[in-house]
């Protein structure tokens, strides 16, 4: 009887499909593909790289499954690689025993025309692939982050209330099913507040020796950004910025309504930067809109914008240096929030306000412009105390029964530790409806180590003394900062003013976005930072804040975007590092020796970045909220 032809292969990634998003060119990352009729080696020879699934496998894999648990309890240490033997025995895994790619990764009928790749070269994906084994019929979230793979138990981070009405319901824990032959599926139980204990696979030595301190941790990575599209695409761009995400593990952007032209305000507005983000994406964006007055006090104008999908709003409580983006005082934020609480979404507010008593004398004289201590001067701790002060009525209406009770009010990018900060735990202690964060620059510099003249340090509010910076990751530490958030300001270099040093003058803003991932990391070990908070302050939070129910845990049904890092690398950002950016040098963090690599990110299960190489498509969402 005539030998039947194999069918084509088939294999997706997690929720997604590889082919739906162009990998790198790199040939570690290619799926392997049968060999030609002609040229196909012995059964036993390609069953290494390719496992066709008969009857005459299955009936061979029983004969041998209790010989290859026996051998696969052996190698695993501790009893770690018992599920992973369980499943070479079913699955009658070819030469030595090597184990097949798990179901989950595979789509359509077991058929003898079926066939099944992996990829033993490529050890990262293997271990992935093991992962989702672990927890098959569940989408990864975006909280995902795999250092290496290994065998210890994930420890959750810290319980603390955030937006207590978008707390995501329990699940019910599933059942273990018994297969035939009285073999019992693989664990999946799914635990909120951590990972099941993972199990390595017990027939693949090769990849327990290069990962053998590996461990496995959630992450989610989102932050908001100035994108500057459309209107001012020679300050950044969603392609260029996104690609920067990408390649620092950043896999969710919040765009912010200013920076672009026109500013998003209005639900006309949002078309314009939905149009101008199509096809350019390589992470997901959603959008935040502009409270300005207005819209203020337009409710309709208000309720179309919010309709249309912005996640909330923001607004400036000082001059924003945007022309049609002006300043809002405690009035316009107050009758705001009436209209955000009938849609339980956030107010992010710029906290500065010049004091009605401020005296500008300390300014005039022979000052340099050139001197940091000049421009530290022109903005004072004063300002953002003055900002949140002028808000405690705004705040006491998001309380239980109050006028905005359902709205909820952020302060964005937090730089004084001392009045400001305490303002801001009063107003959580009487029951308001706040949050705070921080930014890596804030938590990394000192208002010393800025030299005279680097007008790239340039930021509002601006970076403070050592002694303020060590009390603002004592704040993160103790919760009383709830996240972290990039804010990368870029703009067009000669709008930096580098050669002439005036900081007066200079454009203000960090540019971050790929960075900020691993100046955490750096700068936060001498503070014992785990992971776990490092998933707490840029995934499960922002997403909280954000209204993403289907980011920041891992979840059945959450989206499966994955950073793959090392956290023990050491770089350095010299010129020879590749920056994708659009302008690379107006960044403050160039020159700096950091911690914790990149290797590849996963965005809905899509590869989008792997060893300094972008997907050849771009497939990032636009987030709409609903």
Request: proline share 7%; charged share 25%; aromatic share 6%.
């Amino acid at each position: 009887m005539p030998r039947r032809q194999p069918g084509p292969t088939r294999i997706s990634f997690l929720t997604g499909s590889v082919s739906r998003c162009s990998a790198p060119t790199d040939p570690r990352l290619q799926l392997a593909a049968p060999h030609p009729p002609q040229q196909r080696r012995s059964r036993r020879t390609t069953s290494r790289a390719v496992g066709r699934r008969t009857s005459h496998d299955d009936a061979e894999a029983q004969q041998k499954g209790t010989a290859l648990s026996r051998e696969a309890r052996r190698r695993s240490h501790g009893g770690v690689g018992e599920g992973a033997a369980r499943a070479g025995a079913r699955g009658g895994g070819g030469a030595r025993g090597r184990a097949p790619l798990p179901r989950a990764l595979l789509q359509g009928p077991r058929d003898s025309r079926q066939r099944w790749v992996y990829l033993p070269s490529f050890s990262l994906l293997s271990a992935l692939s093991n992962l989702c084994w672990k927890l098959r019929r569940c989408s990864f979230s975006l909280s995902l982050l795999v250092a290496e793979f290994g065998r210890r138990r994930v420890q959750p981070p810290p319980a603390r209330p955030l937006l207590d009405r978008q707390r995501t319901r329990r699940h019910a824990r599933p059942r273990r099913t018994r297969r035939s032959g009285g073999q019992r599926g693989p664990d999946q139980r799914d635990r909120r507040r951590g990972l099941p204990q993972l199990r390595a696979p017990a027939a693949a030595p090769r990849l327990r020796r290069r990962c053998h301190h590996a461990r496995t941790h959630r992450r989610v990575s989102i932050s908001h950004a100035h994108l500057d599209e459309p209107g001012r695409e020679e300050w950044e761009g969603f392609s260029t910025g996104t690609r920067a995400a990408a390649a620092g593990g950043i896999t969710t952007l919040v765009d912010m309504p200013l920076n672009s032209f026109p500013s998003t305000v209005s639900e006309e507005t949002l078309k314009l930067k939905l149009e101008a983000a199509r096809d350019k994406l390589f992470v997901d964006v959603g959008f935040w809109g502009g409270l300005v007055p207005e819209n203020a006090f337009n409710p309709s104008a208000l309720e179309s914008l919010l309709n249309a999908g912005v996640l909330g709003l923001k607004s400036f409580m000082c001059p924003s240096g945007i022309n049609d983006f002006p300043m809002t005082n405690s009035t316009h934020i107050e009758e705001g929030l009436v209209t955000l609480a009938k849609y339980q979404r956030p107010l992010l507010i710029h906290a500065e306000r010049i004091p009605d008593d401020e005296d500008d004398d300390g300014l005039d004289g022979e000052l340099d412009p050139r001197s940091y201590a000049t421009y530290l001067k022109s903005r004072p701790p004063a300002w953002e105390e003055s900002a949140i002060r002028d808000l405690q009525r705004a705040m006491k209406d998001t309380e239980a029964g109050g006028r905005s009770e359902g709205a909820h009010i952020h302060i964005v990018h937090l730089s004084d530790a001392k009045a400001s900060l305490e303002l801001m735990k009063d107003a959580k202690r009487t029951g308001a409806s706040v949050t705070v964060e921080t930014c890596p620059h804030y938590l990394a510099f000192s208002a010393d180590e800025v030299p005279d003249g680097d007008t790239r340090f340039k930021c509002a509010p601006p970076i403070r003394d050592g002694m303020n910076r060590e009390n603002l990751w004592k704040a993160l530490l103790d919760g009383h900062i709830d996240m972290l958030s990039s804010d990368h300001s870029p703009s067009a270099p000669d709008l930096k003013l580098m050669e002439e040093g005036n900081f007066l003058k200079a454009w203000g803003g960090i540019s971050s976005l790929q960075f900020v991932l691993p100046v955490t990391w750096s700068y936060g070990k001498k503070y014992g930072i785990t992971l776990n908070q490092l998933a707490a302050w840029w995934s499960e939070n922002p997403a909280k804040l954000a209204g993403q129910k289907n980011k920041g845990a891992i979840l059945p049904g959450y989206h499966a975007d994955i950073v793959v890092w090392k956290p023990e690398a050491q770089f350095e950002l010299d010129d020879s590092h590749s920056v994708y950016h659009k302008h690379r040098n107006i960044s403050a963090y160039l020159g700096k020796e950091l911690s914790g690599k990149v290797l590849s990110t996963f965005v809905r299960g899509n590869l989008v970045f792997a060893e300094d190489k972008h997907a050849k498509a771009a497939c990032g969402a636009t987030i709409l909220a609903k």
